[in-house]
């Protein structure tokens, strides 16, 4: 209870009882949990049929390796098939490994339960940091509206896999948050998460550098540049681990590159398109996806743009969309144009009314896609 002073006494007031819509960012929470709980339900029911087991059905693609690196560490050489580098877990950045071994070991629970559980709070951990990054730049509804879609956007199914995105998008978009706030430490920390999660968290470090930058010519403050000097350290940290445990200065790349074909290529995107282009009817399920990918990053990239977010959320948007365009044969499959989260906010922003509830259901329809093929085929690799 709570007290009121009036004139000459003093009064119990009730306490007031938060309602759910009072949490923040309720709706987006809601839909992100109902999204988590559908896949559960659907895959479960599944299992009657097939007997695969709910867990292991979700401790696929990336997860299967990233477990491996759980259990049985990483190769200390090279593993070799037929002349060239096999693949192994150490294509998988260390961040998600480390903190399942962790928890493992607290919680005496298996490291697929464990990994599934850190992907999922990580992934509402993002919601919550789309949302608050997005309130710091811009009203409370456009916030509401950005964290909404995020957690409807066609990648967020790998939020119910075993997968590192949750880690790195929430390290980014809180390191984000904080480099708006000038808090240069707290930016510099979750920026060598983000870069010891996945190597697209060197976005990130390209947005630290321009908000330091920023910050000296402003106002020649120094302590700015903690921000670039850590946010790589998580990437450099683990190539130099992977030299000390393999010998091999390139070890990443050699195993990128021999076990999943990956390659940087500047021509990718073009031939992808131009593919399309030339007959429309001739690309693969993956051709057609990556194509309509590629359009809705070219749309949004102009709309963040128009939309004139901060500098240094532009910045993380357009080095997040280059490293995953030109990333063969990955591309801008929807969960790299998630990665690429300040699209999906510039998206929220721009557009209210029907047409934000139109993009909602547009976006939903594209997860639940996304998530029947992901789960049910071998055909396109999430």
């Known amino acids: 209870m709570g007290t009121v002073v009036t004139a000459g006494a003093t009064v119990a007031s009730p306490r007031r009882h938060a309602h759910p819509r009072d949490l923040p960012f309720a709706r987006a929470v809601g839909a992100y949990v109902a999204v988590r709980l559908v896949i559960l339900v659907v895959v479960a029911l599944a299992d009657l049929v097939t007997h695969h087991g709910l867990v292991s059905d979700l401790s696929t693609w990336d997860g299967a390796w990233f477990l491996r690196a759980v259990y049985h560490g990483w190769p200390s050489r090279l593993p070799m098939v037929d002349g060239h580098?096999?693949?192994?877990?150490?294509?998988?950045?260390?961040?998600?490994?480390?903190?399942?071994?962790?928890?493992?070991?607290?919680?005496?629970?298996?490291?697929?339960?464990v990994g599934l559980a850190v992907s999922g709070l990580s992934g509402l951990g993002a919601v919550l940091g789309v949302g608050y990054l997005t309130?710091?730049?811009?009203?409370?509804?456009?916030a509401e509206r950005a964290?909404?879609?995020?957690?409807?956007?066609?990648?967020?199914?790998?939020?119910?896999?075993?997968?590192?995105?949750?880690?790195?998008?929430?390290?980014?978009?809180?390191?984000?948050?904080?480099?708006l706030r000038r808090r240069w430490w707290l930016a510099g920390v979750l920026g060598a998460?983000?870069?010891?999660?996945?190597?697209?968290?060197?976005?990130?470090?390209a947005s630290a550098a321009v908000a330091a930058l920023r910050e000296w010519h402003h106002a020649r403050n120094p302590r700015a540049l903690v921000a670039p000097l850590l946010a790589p350290t998580g990437f450099v940290a683990w190539m130099v681990f992977l030299r000390l445990h393999t010998g091999t200065w390139n070890a990443w790349r050699l195993t990128e590159s021999?076990?999943?074909?990956?390659?940087?290529?500047?021509?990718?995107?073009w031939r992808i398109v131009w593919r399309f282009v030339s007959n429309p009817l001739s690309p693969t399920m993956t051709g057609q996806i990556l194509v309509a990918g590629t359009l809705v990053t070219v749309v949004a990239l102009v709309?963040?743009?128009?939309?004139?977010?901060?500098?240094?959320?532009?910045?993380?948007?357009?080095?997040?969309?280059?490293?995953?365009?030109?990333?063969?044969?990955v591309g801008l499959r929807p969960r790299m144009v998630m990665v690429a989260f300040p699209l999906t906010i510039a998206l929220a922003t721009r557009w209210n009314g029907w047409r934000f509830r139109v993009l909602v259901i547009v976006s939903t329809v594209a997860l639940a896609l996304m998530a029947i093929e992901t789960l049910t085929s071998w055909a396109v690799f999430p």
Not at 304 to 328: G, I, K, N
């Open 303 to 329: 709309v963040a743009y128009r939309e004139r977010q901060p500098a240094v959320v532009l910045t993380y948007a357009s080095a997040a969309v280059f490293l995953a365009a030109f990333a063969a044969p």
């Open 258 to 269: 021999g076990g999943w074909r990956s390659s940087f290529s500047l021509l990718y995107p």
């Open 85 to 113: 580098v096999a693949a192994s877990p150490i294509a998988f950045f260390p961040l998600l490994v480390v903190v399942i071994r962790a928890l493992d070991a607290v919680t005496g629970l298996s490291g697929n339960v």
């Open 135 to 142: 309130r710091a730049f811009s009203d409370t509804e456009r």
């Open 193 to 205: 998460l983000a870069s010891a999660a996945s190597p697209l968290g060197l976005a990130f470090a």
């Open 147 to 179: 964290a909404l879609l995020f957690a409807l956007s066609p990648g967020s199914f790998v939020f119910s896999l075993i997968y590192a995105e949750g880690l790195l998008l929430s390290a980014v978009a809180w390191g984000l948050w904080a480099l």
